[in-house]
């Protein structure tokens, strides 16, 4: 059974950075069962009222931002994609009464490909992109996830790739290190306190009941939020959480690596 894992992809400059964070993703793959068949991921770039499950033979890689150093322009990450991963995919979401539409024409934007390109730089895992639905609730998104919890079973890994601290009105990207947010710091504590406890329920209310959610998740930005809540839903059999690793750069930007679900 292959666990789900939540990564924050931070900003971009992640994708060429060497920290203790990016070393927490390079060492993920030995942290697995086996080598994994597939890769379904969803990532808080791509935004979707249904949905969506992309395929392709190869993945042109999308460089959706801006003002950054060339090198980041360069990068490309030819991951191949699996047809037979995306059609299971959608025949689970149809089966759990979820509206879905395959895609065969979007690459992979940076929320993509940033994270696994640490994971696995050689891009020689196939890839299934998914989209992400800000405006369900938290219990729609989780049962998104749990519909797609089988896939766990048949080597396929399921991740989630956005941020559980996302504010830009609070960043300093002039200064990577610049000083932690105290409210920040006090979120990403009710939060690992409330995934551990498998507390579904605060979760879903997160918004009323976790200290400074309104400055962690402004409403303008809930997109990051949600990955999350996909991959937590995908190990709902086994209710376990770990988080692996949790930094903060640019005074209020988490870099939080989350672990769903055991790797027995």
């Not at 789900?4 to 070393?23: C, M, Q, R, V």
């Not at 689970?92 to 395959?102: C, K, R, S, T, Y």
């Not at 891009?123 to 998914?130: E, M, S």
């Not at 932690?180 to 009323?208: G, M």
Request: charged residues 20%; proline residues 6%.
């Amino acid at each position: 059974m292959m666990p789900s894992f939540f990564i924050a992809h931070g900003a971009p400059l992640l994708a060429i950075e060497n920290n203790a964070y990016t070393d927490a993703l390079n060492q993920l793959p030995s942290m697995l069962p086996r080598k994994p068949r597939a890769i379904v991921i969803f990532s808080a770039h791509w935004e979707a009222h249904d949905q969506m499950v992309g395929t392709m033979d190869t993945f042109p890689t999308i460089h959706d931002f801006g003002g950054f150093p060339q090198a980041l322009y360069e990068i490309e990450y030819p991951a191949k994609g699996d047809r037979e991963v995306a059609d299971e995919t959608i025949r689970l979401l149809q089966e759990a009464g979820i509206p879905v539409a395959l895609n065969t024409t979007r690459g992979l934007d940076h929320g993509h490909w940033v994270v696994l390109r640490h994971i696995y730089p050689d891009a020689d895992i196939p890839v299934v992109a998914l989209s992400v639905n800000p405006n369900l609730t938290v219990k729609e998104q989780y049962q998104i996830g749990k519909a797609l919890s089988p896939l766990r079973e048949k080597d396929i890994l399921i991740l989630g790739s956005g941020g559980t601290v996302h504010n830009f009105s609070y960043m300093n990207l002039r200064e990577s290190d610049s000083e932690t947010f105290e409210w920040a710091e006090q979120f990403e504590d009710w939060l690992q306190k409330t995934l551990t406890d498998w507390n579904v329920e605060d979760l879903a209310n997160y918004r009323e009941v976790a200290p400074h959610a309104e400055k962690a998740v402004p409403a303008y930005g809930t997109e990051h939020f949600v990955p999350l809540v996909y991959v937590m839903g995908a190990a709902d059999d086994e209710r376990t959480a770990k988080r692996l690793h949790m930094s903060i750069r640019y005074g209020s930007l988490s870099h939080t690596l989350w672990q769903f679900g055991d790797t027995k």
